[in-house]
Structure formats: structure tokens, C-alpha cells
């Protein structure tokens, strides 16, 4: 069977080069600008680099000025190139003639794979398809639907579609190969949707909710299609989303009985698909239902792989190009021996894959009318041509939309036609010979490339909520953490347990009645034994070697793994933290753990300084002695790990004074590190106020550092109080504080707007708002102002808020009633500094407080000095980005700050010019990663290094210089090489 099939395979190819003949693509030939222009951008990689880039951005310039100044920064450092050299050479006489020569061309790109800007303006392509004996399937552009009212408008357009479509079409005459399979009539109006455009708060952490609101919002379109006989493709997105579509898909089947004509596309690069195809099969058989299949290789390659590698997850999709070939063509075996549950739709340009697929069908007796094969409007029509001529059913894929919406699509094909590896390249490019490009697929060995060394950090991956197996996790650990409610938890001095009649009880902030759990309050006497303890023990523990100290930190680390849900429950009763948010922390706090251990181990090593005769200079390091760290609620874990761990393996003992509203997580921590043997002193646990215990701990003359993170107004209190000797201290007191931020984002006019909303959104309302590192102003340079509020404003509005336990929740409570007054008292602020486009009322006896925003704000105004920890958003303007920076960089803080923009140059100028501790660039600037993002800022924004980075627990240590004289009667040892 293998070699029969292998000789019909190559027998179709033939057939099928000889038919294609010498026909080019157009998008390859040289006589047209799009074929020069391709050519090029395939010998130049920088060229094809910044050539997409500009290609990118250009829809969003407003002038003929910034279309010119993008060129010219696109391409200063591209060498010399005729297809720029013109333009140019014009740009600075007539840059209205520069700007329109380039939007012509991008438009040109744009027609080449899209089929016009809406349902009239396609009819047109639609019917020369037809024309030509190629049926089509009509998709609707737009990448990113950020609001339920955008999401509403989406189907309104799919709606008219629909209707115009079916109305323009139903007179065309029959054209049996396209109206016909091997088992009857079928649609000749087919279109492609994405589930996440019907809803925008898809999710697969929030799964059964996800599913019934996505069916909900689609079964209009579904029912609509069904009267109509029309076909709907449910197109695949990103990994994540991948169970999630599969599941809303089969649901509206179940629902929607009289919905013959549906299909859904599966992705041959991902690992699982051979699985997800066979589950639908069964499922066809069970429900006695034929599912069109589109069978894709995948689009999102370069995002699954980058994505999921930052985020520590097993990458999903095959790492060389021959695996996913060989996959599709299992996948295509499968197809095609279940047509009675499947029609067969082949999508590819591979006259390989096309072959294979036409020599199984052949093999298998199958009709020529049992399958199609699917091609992107404006890719391989000498392909399609010959495959129609062959007497095969023929369908391209046809987007229709603006070029804003249609832009990352455009960019997709662009990638896909001139990467190395790009069959058609290959084969109407490079003139590969047909019999090299009809071998079958082979893939070799390969690794991927990261260093696994004992001494490598990488960090700890995030929790994938789109597996059931940890949805379910989590439910569970979260009716744990319910039902241990209301325990006591004592004060640790040493080794004994400290039971006080005075206790602090941890309220949850979404139901106020709830006791968390209630810890024991120390006196000024217990705080003073502690430091007395800890000073016993800190010649054993300065003394005990850097690799043992740090041993401690990854049992916890280890700890920290196996009880992650309980932990991540615990956040989420105790202060609020969605679902996400608790996982982040625990993920840091265990980041910290693993990286400090590490660093510990690099900084043992003396280094050896000079180069001399007769002498040895070694430079190391050492611990200061006793510390006391004064942790915060916001990040319950991830801040007092981070700040215990660097103070104890760099050689010193710690005393724990957490805050009082997330007592029972620093507990838990405190427990952790006593259950991997932590030596009796080394940690203690000392709750209490700050007023009582803090300020005792600060001011006691047997303290030698204080790391701190919190306000402002209590930081500069403990750099106060650290200053002031008392009699009988023995070291000046270091203090390490991080005390908050009011930070903003610029937004200029070169900003992918989906990007910069989504990443705003997330960094001003994630946990409510309570990080230091939230956003709490916009500054929107240009044109773009009213669209971004918009847009902005209506994806706040449909945020969900409520109870974090739910796994749909964005936004939980705040902490408790003080903050909620004191927000509430800045909104009342807002309301009077500026003008409100958004403040959202909320519901429920927690101390929730809905997302707000201001504009038309003095940027010297309290609302946008005042740092708020709260979901309180302020937009301004500017009319350059000289402005935007000189607002940003105006208040007493520097802890981060971040721009969207496509502008090398005014990325160049943020960088240098912005202020900030941490600068993020199209990104959101909150979730600082350890060793990757150190997190820390200068101004009133705290003092010391930056946590997570490589200077970091230098703060908690002297360092000292040892000089030997090695010269001995004239003799000297052979000199140690500088490091």
C-alpha cells in the first residue's frame, strides 16, 4: 500500500506541475510591483523585517507627514534598495506624493488577499470566482474584539452578510462540481467566523459560563444560517482558546439540529489535533451528523511557539516544518476513510500535501465530489487552476474588511509566502525541482536548546486553566481552603509557639462576615525576645555555607509546588485575587526562591582582584546580621518570599512582621520554610501593628537592615526611624523600600489600538488596581484620543466584577472598607477635577468598587499626582511626545511606565527620556518577571536595587576586601588569575 500510494502520489504532482506549467503566482511575479517587491523582501531579510513592520502601522497613520517619517525610520538602516531609493528621494520636496506612492502599494498588498472592504465591494471578486469555477467561503476581518459592544457590532456584520450574500447569490446558475458532494447539494454560501469575535469575555477558565455565552450570542447567526441553508466554518484560533471553540461548536450542533452545513478547522501543526479529530468523528457518529472539516497546517506558528515558551508551557505545535506535514497527512487519512461523518475540506498550497490527498481518496475509491480542496483568495491560483481543471471542487478563502482589521492578516500571508520554508517560494521563486518537492515528508532529530544546568533559573510556568485537570484543582483547593476557615495561628519566637490572648482576625474581603483566619498579636516583650533569639542564632547560620543556605530556599521552593492551589486558594479568600492574579503570586514567590538560591551560589565565589606579584586580593561577601521585613497585602506571598528569602540565604536572620490584612498567607509562608528544616531563629514570625511592633522592630539598636514594601507616607517613616542611633547599635541600619508608583502609559499615534487597550485594561484594573505598579494615567499623543476612550470605555464596562472565587471574574474587591472609602473619596475628587466618561456602580455586601475614568485632567491635578491604589484611570493629551514624556515624567514617582507605539523613533526616545524604574514597551507594565523584568523604581518610588535582578541581595550584605601579602624570604606563589 505504501509504495502504491507513493507512486500515485507522485503520479498526481506530475499531472498537477505539468497543468500549472509555466504560470506564476502573482504575488511572485517580477513584472508587477507585488512580485518585485516579494522578490526582494526574500533576499533581504532586514528588508523583509522592516518592510512588514511599516506594513503594519501604516493604516493608522493620519498624515502624509508621519507616513514619511515612518519610512524614513523604518529604513534608515536598511541598505540601499530600488524599490525605496524613489520614494525617498521625493519624501522631503513632496511627501504627499512619498505618503500616497507607499499607501498605494500597501493597498495594492492588501488586494491581492482581500477580497474588498465590505459585502457590496466583494460581490464583485465573488462572482469572477464563480466565474472561473472556484467556489468561496467570505470571512470577516477583525482580529480583537475588546467589548460585548464591539462584539455586538461584529455579528450585526455577519448578519448582513449573510442576508446580502444569500440574496445576491441564490439566481446564479447551478455549477455542479461547486453546488454538489458526494452525498448531494450543498451551500454556495459558505462563511468563516471566530468564536472570540461573538464574545469578548472568552475565556476557558471561565468554561461553562465561556460556552453558554458564546452559544448564546451565535445561535442567532447559526439559526439564520440554517434557514438560509447556508454553511458557517468555525475558523481556529490560538492554542489556548482550541478545547474551548471545539466545545462551543458541538454545543450549538446539539442545539441547532437543522444546522446541516457546519464545519470547523483543525490545525495539523498542534500535537493534539490527530486527537481533537477523532473525537469529533466520534461524536458525528453518536449525534449521526457529517462535519466539514477544514483541515489548515496553522497560521500562528511564530505566537504558539514564543508564547507559550514564556510562559513555561510545553510548546503545542510541531517544531519542524516536516512534522507538521507528515501529521497533516495522517490527518488527511483519517478524513478521508470517515466521509460518511466528514467532508473533507484539504487546505493547503503543498502540491505534496495536495497529491497525497488525491492518491489516498483514489486509493479508498472515493468520488472526486467526496472532498475539497481550500485556497486563500490571491495565493497559488496556477494551483487552483490546475486542481480545476482536474475536475476537483475548488474554494477560496475570502476575507473582506478595512485595512485596520485586516492588517495582522495581511501581515500572516505576508510572512507565510516569503518565509524559507514556504512551499510556494520554493516553487515559483527558487524553481526547486518538483521531484525535491514531492518527496515525503521526513523529519529529523531535533532538541530544543535550553540549559538545564543545576545553576539555570527559568521560572515557574503559570497554571494553563484551558486544562480541565486544573480547573478542577483549583475548585477543589478553593472548598479546602472554605472549610479551614476560622483557624488560629500563634507568634514563632525561636522555636516556640507563642499563644496570645490578643488575636488579629483576616476578614474576606468579598464577604466581610467571613474570618480567614485569626493570628495571635505580639507584644513589644515578645518582639524583643525575638531579636534576642535571632541573635543567638546568627553565628551558626552566618557560618553555615552559601550552597547549604540555599538548599533551604528550593525545598521551599518544592514546598511551594505542592501546596500551589492551596496557596492560590488562600489569595483568593483572603485579599481578593481573581483566579490568575493568586497563580502569579505564588508563581513569583516560588521565582524568588529558585532565583535568589541561585544568585546566593554565584556571589559565594571570592572574586580574585589584580594581577600582582607577591600579593592575593580576594573580594566577597557577607551577611549584615538582623533584619526585619515588613511585607505587604498586595502580593501576599510573592513580596514577603522574596524579601525573606534574599535576607536569610545571603547569611542573615529575619524577623516576619506581616501585614495585618494577609496575616494567615504569611503565616503559611513562615510555615513552609519551618517544614523544610529551617533552623530554630534564623526566620520568626512576629505579627502585630505597625505602630507597636513595626516601629519597635525599626528603632531597636539590634536591627541591622529593613526591607520594606508599602506606602509612601510609612516608608519614608521607616527611613526616618532607621536614620535616629540609638546606644549600643552596632551598624547604620540599611534600609531596602519600594513605596508605590503613579505610573502611566503614553499611547502615540502610531499605537496598535487593540494592544494598546487590551494592555491599559489589564494594567489599571488587574487586582483591582492595588499594585504599585498599576496604571493610573493614559497620556494619547495625536488622533487618536476619542477612539481610544471609546474603545476603552466600553471593554471597562463589560469587566466582570464580583466574587474572585469565580473563575469568570476580572475584577474581585479591595481590601477592606478603608481602601473602598478612599477610593470612592478620589472618584468624588475626579468628578470635580475632571470629567467622568466612566464610573461603574457595583453590587454586593463585599468592599467592591467599580472601574472609573477621567479626562479633561490638569496633569498637576491630585486626581493625577495622588497615588490611588484603585481602579481610578485618568487620560490625557498631548500634542507630541515630547509632551506626553514631560507629563509622565511630573509627579514624585518612578516606578514604571510604558508606551504603545510602532515608532522606532519615539521607542528610541522613550527609552532614553521616560523616568521610570521599569519601562514596557507594547506591553501591559504590570507582572514583572524575576530575573527577567527586576522590579524596582527611584524618586519617591523606594530605594535600593531592583528585586529579581542580579544586584539584589548585595542590599543584605557587606562586602569586604582581603589582602595577603604572599612574599615569603623572596619567594612568591604562583599568582591567582583575575576574575
Not at 517560494?425 to 518527496?439: I, N
Not at 484594573?765 to 477612539?787: M, N, Y
Request: proline share 5%; with cysteine.
Amino acid at each position: 500500500m505504501g509504495e502504491e500510494l507513493e507512486k500515485k502520489i507522485t503520479r498526481v504532482g506530475q499531472e498537477i506541475f505539468s497543468l500549472v506549467g509555466g504560470d506564476v503566482p502573482s504575488l511572485f511575479d517580477r513584472k508587477s510591483w507585488n512580485g518585485r517587491l516579494t522578490e526582494w523582501a526574500m533576499k533581504d531579510e532586514a528588508l523583509r523585517i522592516q518592510l512588514f513592520r511599516l506594513v503594519d502601522v501604516l493604516p493608522c497613520l493620519k498624515t502624509d507627514a508621519l507616513v514619511v517619517r515612518m519610512l524614513k525610520e523604518y529604513f534608515a538602516d536598511v541598505g540601499d534598495n530600488p524599490l525605496f531609493h524613489g520614494i525617498g528621494r521625493i519624501s522631503g520636496i513632496l511627501p504627499h506624493i512619498a505618503a500616497g506612492a507607499v499607501r498605494t502599494g500597501v493597498e495594492s498588498l492588501a488586494a491581492q488577499f482581500i477580497g474588498g472592504r465590505d459585502e457590496r465591494d466583494c460581490l464583485q471578486v465573488l462572482q469572477k470566482l464563480r466565474h472561473e469555477g472556484i467556489a468561496f467561503t467570505v470571512d470577516l476581518l477583525g482580529e480583537e474584539v475588546l467589548s460585548e459592544k464591539e462584539a455586538q457590532r461584529f455579528a450585526q456584520r455577519y448578519k448582513r452578510l449573510l442576508g446580502f450574500l444569500d440574496s445576491a447569490i441564490r439566481q446564479w446558475p447551478i455549477f455542479h462540481i461547486l453546488d454538489h458532494d458526494d452525498q448531494g447539494s450543498i451551500p454556495r454560501l459558505d462563511v468563516s467566523l471566530k468564536v472570540s469575535s461573538f464574545y469578548s469575555q472568552l475565556e476557558p477558565r471561565n468554561w461553562a459560563e465561556s460556552i453558554l455565552n458564546a452559544t448564546v450570542r451565535l445561535s442567532p447567526l447559526v439559526k439564520l444560517a440554517g434557514q438560509m441553508g447556508a454553511s458557517i466554518t468555525f475558523d481556529m484560533e490560538h492554542y489556548y482558546f482550541k478545547d474551548l471553540i471545539i466545545s462551543v461548536f458541538t454545543k450549538l450542533l446539539e442545539e441547532h439540529t437543522e444546522w446541516q452545513f457546519a464545519g470547523i478547522v483543525l490545525q495539523a501543526y498542534l500535537h493534539e489535533t490527530k486527537e481533537n479529530l477523532l473525537g469529533l468523528i466520534e461524536w458525528a457518529k453518536e449525534h449521526k451528523r457529517r462535519l466539514t472539516v477544514r483541515l489548515v497546517k496553522g497560521a500562528y506558528w511564530d505566537y504558539e511557539t514564543v508564547t507559550n515558551r514564556q510562559k513555561g508551557w510545553p510548546v503545542p505545535v510541531f517544531l519542524q516544518k516536516e512534522e507538521t506535514d507528515l501529521n497533516y497527512e495522517e490527518l488527511t487519512r483519517i478524513m478521508l476513510g470517515n466521509t460518511p461523518y466528514v467532508r473533507p475540506a484539504i487546505a493547503t498550497h503543498n502540491i505534496r500535501s495536495i497529491s497525497h490527498a488525491i492518491g489516498v481518496a483514489d486509493s479508498l475509491k472515493l468520488p472526486k465530489e467526496a472532498l475539497e480542496f481550500q485556497m486563500i483568495y490571491g495565493m497559488a491560483e496556477p494551483v487552483r487552476a490546475a486542481l480545476k481543471k482536474m475536475n476537483y471542487r475548488v474554494r477560496a478563502y475570502t476575507p473582506i474588511g478595512d485595512l485596520i482589521p485586516g492588517m495582522a492578516y495581511l501581515i500572516r500571508r505576508l510572512l507565510e509566502n516569503t518565509s524559507n520554508e514556504s512551499f510556494l517560494r520554493k516553487s515559483f521563486s527558487e524553481q526547486t525541482p518538483p521531484a525535491e518537492l514531492m518527496k515525503a515528508p521526513r523529519p529529523m532529530r531535533t532538541s530544543e536548546a535550553y540549559d538545564l544546568s543545576p545553576t539555570a533559573f527559568l521560572n515557574e510556568p503559570l497554571i494553563d486553566f484551558s486544562r480541565s485537570e486544573n480547573r478542577s484543582q483549583m475548585e477543589k483547593a478553593l472548598q479546602k481552603a472554605r472549610n479551614g476557615f476560622g483557624k488560629r495561628y500563634p507568634v514563632v519566637i525561636g522555636s516556640k509557639e507563642v499563644w496570645t490572648d490578643l488575636d488579629n482576625p483576616s476578614f474576606n474581603p468579598a464577604t466581610p462576615d467571613e474570618v480567614i483566619g485569626r493570628v495571635c498579636i505580639a507584644s513589644r516583650h515578645m518582639a524583643q525576645e525575638a531579636v534576642d533569639s535571632a541573635r543567638l542564632a546568627w553565628p551558626m547560620w552566618k557560618s553555615t555555607p552559601a550552597e547549604e543556605r540555599a538548599r533551604y530556599l528550593f525545598r521551599a521552593a518544592e514546598e511551594m509546588r505542592r501546596r500551589r492551589f492551596e496557596l492560590m486558594a488562600l489569595e483568593v479568600y483572603e485579599v481578593g485575587k481573581t483566579w490568575p492574579e493568586a497563580d502569579g503570586d505564588v508563581a513569583e514567590a516560588i521565582d524568588f526562591l529558585e532565583y535568589y538560591g541561585r544568585e546566593m551560589i554565584r556571589l559565594n565565589t571570592p572574586k580574585v582582584l589584580g594581577n600582582y606579584p607577591g600579593e592575593a586580593n580576594e573580594y566577597l561577601y557577607e551577611g549584615r546580621g538582623l533584619g526585619v521585613v515588613i511585607s505587604p497585602w498586595n502580593f501576599p506571598l510573592a513580596i514577603p518570599t522574596g524579601m525573606v528569602s534574599a535576607g536569610i540565604v545571603s547569611g542573615n536572620c529575619v524577623i516576619l512582621k506581616p501585614s495585618g490584612l494577609s496575616p494567615v498567607l504569611a503565616w503559611n509562608l513562615f510555615e513552609i520554610f519551618r517544614s523544610v528544616g529551617l533552623p530554630s531563629g534564623v526566620l520568626q514570625f512576629v505579627s502585630g501593628s505597625g505602630q507597636e511592633i513595626g516601629e519597635y522592630l525599626v528603632s531597636h539598636p539590634g536591627i541591622d537592615f529593613i526591607a520594606f514594601t508599602g506606602s509612601r507616607e510609612v516608608g519614608l517613616k521607616i527611613v526616618r526611624l532607621a536614620a535616629e542611633t540609638s546606644n549600643g547599635q552596632a551598624n547604620v541600619k540599611r534600609v531596602i523600600a519600594e513605596m508605590g508608583g503613579k505610573n502611566a502609559i503614553i499611547v502615540d499615534e502610531t499605537a496598535d489600538l487593540d494592544e494598546a487597550v487590551k494592555g491599559v485594561l489589564e494594567s489599571a484594573l488587574s487586582f483591582q488596581g492595588q499594585k504599585c505598579s498599576a496604571c493610573s494615567r493614559v497620556i494619547v499623543v495625536g488622533g487618536a484620543f476619542a477612539e481610544f476612550c471609546d474603545r476603552l470605555r466600553e471593554a471597562m464596562e463589560e469587566v466582570i466584577v464580583g466574587a474572585p472565587e469565580d473563575p469568570g471574574v476580572f475584577m474581585g474587591p479591595v481590601i477592606d472598607e478603608a481602601a473602598m472609602t478612599r477610593i470612592q473619596a478620589h472618584i468624588e475628587l475626579g468628578n470635580k477635577e475632571g470629567k467622568a466618561i466612566l464610573i461603574r456602580k457595583t453590587q454586593g455586601e463585599g468592599y467592591f468598587v467599580g472601574p472609573a475614568i477621567f479626562t479633561d485632567v490638569n496633569p498637576n491635578s491630585r486626581i493625577a499626582q495622588e497615588e490611588i491604589f484603585g481602579p481610578v484611570l485618568v487620560i490625557m493629551e498631548a500634542q507630541d511626545l515630547d509632551g506626553a514624556i514631560a507629563i509622565a515624567n511630573c509627579t514624585l514617582y518612578a516606578l514604571t511606565g510604558g508606551i504603545f507605539s510602532r515608532s522606532p523613533g519615539n521607542i528610541r526616545k522613550a527609552k532614553s527620556d521616560f523616568n521610570v524604574g521599569n519601562l514596557y514597551i507594547n506591553r501591559k507594565i504590570t507582572g514583572a518577571s524575576v530575573g527577567r523584568q527586576p522590579f524596582g523604581g527611584f524618586g519617591m518610588s523606594g530605594m535600593g536595587s531592583k528585586a529579581g535582578g542580579p544586584d539584589y541581595l548585595l542590599q543584605f550584605m557587606h562586602a569586604r576586601s582581603v589582602s595577603e601579602n604572599t612574599l615569603r624570604r623572596g619567594f612568591a606563589p604562583q599568582r591567582p588569575k583575575a576574575l
